[in-house]
């Protein structure tokens, strides 16, 4: 077991990172097609989802102290089926992995660089994700410490110079949704932020120092990052209106590109794209950590690194062909990707609580 030790401040600090990395462009637009001008309202919603969501993580983490979620399915599920379980985690963090990449290269090749073949832009980011990998978590969590306050900045830098361009009647008619669509479209954002963290942050989580402070820590950053996601949704529906946020692919990227100050701040949509690129990097990298570490368990490699070139080429791949098109993209998101969420983020966890105490129970017998 690593001796890596992760402070409470670096695990709330990838929680949040975590938590806004693609959602951050792609959420406004879903969340207002589904609720329209009541949009902040599943985002408020979600939130408390998260809350219950630490909740639960925490309380397994405290049940089985110094253990990683990989140890931890040995220890419910037994040897074998704790080892299958495993590597159909990193194989479903591998596809993940290539998904994201993908959605990297499409916002690239679309919007910021369209001459420039994806191929390579899938490959550039690849490299620098196996470069973290290779140095570790320790040095990648210290890395997203030192982003961690620029992105803070320009993200309220880019919330207050918007306020000039918002439209306080874009909001009204306020309630008119029905209960129905808030649930939906909450259970859509959560899928996106909260739910699978407990697989990319379980096996980092018995690293911390303090468990306790861990809790505090994941608290305050599902906390955060809900805060961020909903001034963002609320900026884009203020600005863009809701019809206009619902058929914008990337709703935050276009509402950068309206910020324009005595026609001298203008076309500083590269705040939104660097805020995007950076907390999807780092929700890459825990994705393809997960990945590395979860097959070097089943299979039981001594140094997990030394899958990172490998493995690094197999996502970047993958992300070629991982969609075929964006209207297959659409429709794996709402109908395969939010079920699966549901599965590894919340029914895993469960079997987990469930089957540890019936293990305790018949040891007590």
Not at 230 to 258: C, E, F, K
Not at 300 to 323: A, E, N, Q, W
Request: hydrophobic share 55%.
């Amino acid at each position: 077991m690593t001796t890596d030790q992760i402070s409470p401040r670096q695990l709330m600090i990838i929680v949040i990172l975590y938590a806004i990395g693609t959602a951050i462009l792609v959420i406004p637009a879903s969340v207002a097609a589904d609720a329209k001008q009541d949009a902040w309202m599943p985002q408020i919603v979600s939130i408390a989802m998260g809350i219950v969501l630490v909740w639960l993580y925490v309380f397994i983490s405290k049940k089985f102290p110094q253990c990683s979620i990989y140890e931890i399915n040995d220890k419910v599920f037994g040897k074998w089926l704790g080892k299958f379980i495993t590597l159909s985690l990193a194989l479903l963090t591998l596809i993940f992995s290539s998904q994201v990449v993908f959605y990297v290269g499409h916002f690239m090749a679309t919007q910021i660089m369209p001459e420039t073949p994806i191929q390579s832009i899938h490959i550039i980011f690849m490299l620098i994700v196996i470069m973290g990998a290779k140095l570790g978590i320790v040095v990648m969590l210290r890395t997203a410490e030192i982003f961690f306050p620029w992105i803070v900045l320009l993200f309220i830098l880019f919330m207050v110079i918007n306020i000039p361009n918002m439209e306080l009647n874009n909001l009204l008619p306020i309630g008119e949704i029905t209960p129905l669509p808030v649930v939906r479209s909450a259970v859509r954002i959560t899928s996106y932020t909260y739910i699978s963290l407990f697989i990319t942050i379980g096996p980092i989580i018995h690293q911390v120092t303090s468990m306790q402070r861990a809790k505090k820590a994941y608290l305050i950053g599902v906390i955060v990052s809900g805060i961020m996601m909903l001034l963002l949704i609320v900026s884009s529906v203020l600005v863009l209106g809701a019809d206009n946020t619902a058929m914008q692919v990337y709703p935050s990227y276009a509402l950068a590109q309206r910020i324009n100050i005595a026609n001298f701040l203008q076309r500083i949509e590269v705040i939104a794209a660097f805020l995007w690129l950076v907390s999807i990097y780092f929700k890459l990298s825990m994705f393809f950590y997960t990945t590395i570490r979860g097959i070097a368990h089943v299979f039981h490699f001594r140094d997990y690194k030394m899958l990172c070139f490998p493995l690094g080429l197999i996502v970047t791949v993958l992300s070629l062909v991982v969609y075929p098109n964006t209207s297959y993209e659409e429709k794996w998101d709402s109908l395969t990707f939010i079920p699966l969420a549901l599965l590894i983020g919340i029914i895993y966890p469960l079997l987990i609580v469930l089957i540890g105490w019936m293990r305790k129970s018949s040891l007590r017998r």
